[in-house]
């Protein structure tokens, strides 16, 4: 099972194309931001930002209270450490950010 997990935006890696890096349970790697990005509010004003991340897509931005409590949810559910698990594998298996 995929499911969104919270990721905290730490630099914005290629503007023009919505690629960014995000922190998720200590693991970092390139997300797609195009979903949370506008003219209204453009790559440069995610940087710090909690996301939902599912696919290496940010689905929705998230206060960081909602964020910490989504992961104490899924930490609780025991799915969070399967989610990190699978994240780790990938970020192995890709370039390293």
């Avoid at 997990?5 to 693991?27: C, F, K, S, T, Y």
């Amino acid at each position: 099972m995929c499911l969104g997990i919270p990721g905290q935006i730490m630099e914005v890696r290629d503007a023009a194309n919505a690629l960014a890096v995000v922190d998720v349970g200590g693991v970092r790697r390139v997300i797609n931001i195009a979903f949370i990005v506008d003219d209204g509010h453009p790559a440069a004003q995610c940087v710090g930002e909690w996301v939902l991340v599912h696919v290496g897509f940010a689905m929705s931005r998230l206060d960081e209270a909602e964020a910490a409590r989504t992961l104490a949810l899924l930490h609780e559910l025991g799915v969070a450490q399967a989610e990190f698990d699978e994240m780790r594998g990938e970020a192995r298996a890709s370039p390293q950010v």
